[in-house]
């Protein structure tokens, strides 16, 4: 189940923590169409360990592995090493950067970012495609994805704008105080657009653009995405060479929907949220912050829960971004202001319209709807016709129409679409 570079690692881990006798338990990590470019195993290592105080105890560790596809042609369809190579990246040169920013900054944990997993293992040899990524599994701690074909909760949906402004608070004050040091992380280049959108998905997003404006019940929301669906790839292009990408770059997640926010209750009856972990960071780049937030609010949220909470969520996030950028050291009125923050979200609208098919598809998409990305794949590299996602059943293709309708319409009512 695990190729055996892969055990080296967990057994060097269990040295490493004092395990002095032990077991390994193995079960999957994730559920099909939960993880399109990676293997999760998680790992239980069961035993005896030594504590800092000497005494031996038996005690359990935690982890979670996560590997490219072992099949050959998922992992070239998908890129994998194009997204491994990011992961590892941002677990090992920049996140710590930022962590080692805040810290001289005198910022404890309360009010920096450091909701990313602890990570033990983080290697890559791209010469023999093994790359291996071994970290905590939260689960255990009372962690869970929200589930991902509900609208998240209020409290929730409040909490990822606070950290994710947290997060990128760092990139404007570093920027803003250390741009040589911060100069390399601008070279992060984005790898959705130009990598998935261009490659991997090129046949499939037409598709399901196409189904989009099958269900859009409003002629002048439809004529908005045939238009959109004519030039989507130069029009995505655009979106990461505009003047204000500089001007008000950060380093952003890059793949913010759901299933990348884990939340922690203070027990299993999850009655008290207390935390969030944002997790896989393999398509992290440098842009506008408002690429999160577009991805995020308009993937994760419908029509009815924008209609009672959209301002208060870009207040929230505004709000959160200035108190950080505030406390470590840098005038949040000077490198963005809440006029900077509406004025981008009109600006860059077109990555809602851009990933809305993608990913609500995915949200709505049962398990029994998304193909064997094994076989999907190998499929791709014969030239064969082939669906990712089939075709969905009525109640399915309802709440997508659902979601889509709800998604125009506000677009076009907040002024960042206009009806042509």
Known sequence: MLPDYVKNCIHKIAKSEGFTDYSIQLKAGSSHGDNFLGIMI???LSGTRRQQNGVIRSEELHLLCKTPPTNEARQKHFHASVAF???IYMYTKLLPAFV???????????????????VFVCEMNEETGSFTL??????????EMWPKNKTVALDHELLVMRELAKFHAVSFAMKDQCPNKFREFKQLKDTFVNVFIKDTLITLLPNLIENAIDLLEKPDHKKIMQNFRKNYLERADKLKTDPYCDEFGVITHGDCWNNNFMFQYTDETKKQLKSICLVDWQLSHYSPPVIDLLYNIFTGTDHEFRAQHYETLLKTYHTSLSDTIRKLGSDPDKLYTYDDLIMQMKKFSDYALLLAPLIISIRVAKAKDISNLDEYAEHCERNESVEMLGKFDDDTQAEFSRLMNGLLTDLVDYGYVKCE
């Open 42 to 44: 998680a790992v239980t």
């Open 100 to 118: 080692q920013f805040q810290r001289e900054k005198g910022l404890n944990d309360i009010d920096a970012f450091v909701s990313f997993p602890k």
């Open 134 to 143: 071994i970290m905590e599994d939260l689960r255990p701690k009372h962690f």
């Open 85 to 87: 190579s990011r992961e």
